[in-house]
């Protein structure tokens, strides 16, 4: 069974572009959940997405938008992309959307804004 | 302050010794994640814990509920457990992880 996959694996932008990120969680996952892990630094909660319905957003500003598709997988746009927003993005799956649920991460996004 | 806290930030060690890496964390929590990061970003779920002591070949990890602590233990490291290692915990009731900021641990030949 394939693990949670995102793509694409690299991306450069350049400043004010929009991009979007994708993710397909492990099957039977309903949760999908977005990280950005600036270097040097643990990841920050972007999003988390729950059945289609956006169930937590994290203090990112409204540039940054998701949805969930019916079949779970995720997409992760930002708009107007500045300089600073050059991350990696992770996405996460998991069974339930909080308590004690395990957390699995596909390889990341790594954007570079140019 | 920082609601996840790990120390130490870096950690240099030979092949063989017993590595250690702490987190402390200031909320309550449903769970306490240890990840593993290598240089390519991907993210590994080492451990779940929500109390007691987990192990794993020679990784072993503890939570102390009561002093909010948790530690990562790996025994006879070896130069392929390089790599950043984070802790993150989900408060109760709460969608997200709250992560540390990683532990990043070399192991020398």
């Known amino acids: 069974d394939a693990g949670v996959t995102q793509s694409p694996t690299h991306l450069i932008k350049t400043r004010g572009q929009q991009v979007t990120l994708r993710c397909s969680p492990i099957?039977?996952?309903?949760?999908v959940s977005w990280y950005q892990q600036v270097l040097g630094q643990g990841p920050q909660f972007i999003f988390q997405?729950?059945?289609?319905?956006?169930?937590g957003r994290g203090n990112f500003p409204d540039r940054f938008s998701a949805r969930q598709f019916p079949n779970y997988s995720s997409e992760l746009n930002v708009n107007a992309l500045l300089l600073g927003d050059s991350a990696l993005y992770l996405c996460?799956?998991?069974?339930?959307?909080?308590?004690?649920?395990?957390?699995?991460f596909g390889q990341g996004t790594r954007l570079t804004v140019v | 302050k920082n609601e996840v806290e790990q120390s130490p930030q870096n950690l240099t060690a030979q092949e063989g010794e017993f590595i250690t890496i702490n987190c402390s964390y200031s909320?309550?929590?449903?769970?306490l994640h240890w990840l593993q990061q290598h240089p390519g970003g991907g993210i590994v779920s080492l451990f779940m814990?929500?109390?007691g002591k987990k192990k794993h070949g020679r990784l072993i990890a503890t939570i102390n509920i009561q002093e909010k602590h948790s530690s990562l233990h790996i025994t006879a490291s070896h130069p392929r457990d390089s790599a950043v290692y984070i802790c993150?915990?989900?408060?109760?009731?709460?969608?997200?992880?709250?992560f540390g900021q990683g532990t990043r641990l070399t192991i020398n030949p």
């Open positions: 996460a799956s998991s069974l339930l959307t909080a308590g004690f649920t395990e957390a699995f």
């Open positions: 099957s039977g996952h309903k949760s």
């Open positions: 997405y729950y059945e289609k319905e956006e169930r």
């Open positions: 909320v309550g929590i449903s769970a």
């Open positions: 814990l929500s109390s």
């Open positions: 993150a915990v989900r408060s109760a009731g709460a969608q997200k992880l709250v």
